[in-house]
Nanobody, 124 residues
Framework: QVQLVESGGGLVQAGGSLRLSCAASGRTFSSYVMGWFRQAPGKEREFVATISLSGGNTYYADSVKGRFTISRDNAKNTVYLQMNSLKPEDTAVYYC?????????????????WGQGTQVTVSS
């Protein structure tokens, strides 16, 4: 099992940047594909980004491509989401998720472990 704790959310003006972190417990972090999802009020949870076991492969939702960057540091058991050029429509609770092994996945039901979420609010 792995436990996930997100941090780094907050309030930022449109055009600004934030970096989210997700710290994982356990000694097998490098065995988990990691993902970021988000959920805005009244909307379904949606995929944002995912990263492979080694960090060599990534995949993004079209809505964030070119603005967000996912990365991981397996020595620190941490995955990051660098968010630049933020827009009001990026406002949501952001969740970190983990999937044991396998390939990159974009479906939330393919991830077994979830953090508690961190709020990101982008003002116009």
């Amino acid at each position: 099992q792995v436990q996930l704790v997100e941090s780094g959310g907050g309030l930022v003006q449109a055009g600004g940047s934030l970096r989210l972190s997700c710290a994982a417990s356990g000694r097998t972090f490098s065995s988990y594909v990691m993902g970021w999802f988000r959920q805005a009020p009244g909307k379904e949870r949606e995929f944002v980004a995912t990263i492979s076991l080694s960090g060599g492969n990534t995949y993004y939702a079209d809505s964030v491509k070119g603005r967000f960057t996912i990365s991981r540091d397996n020595a620190k058991n941490t995955v990051y989401l660098q968010m630049n050029s933020l827009k009001p429509e990026d406002t949501a609770v952001y969740y970190c998720a983990a999937r044991y092994g396998g390939y990159l996945r974009t479906g939330q039901y393919e991830y077994a472990y979830w953090g508690q979420g961190t709020q990101v609010t982008v003002s116009s």
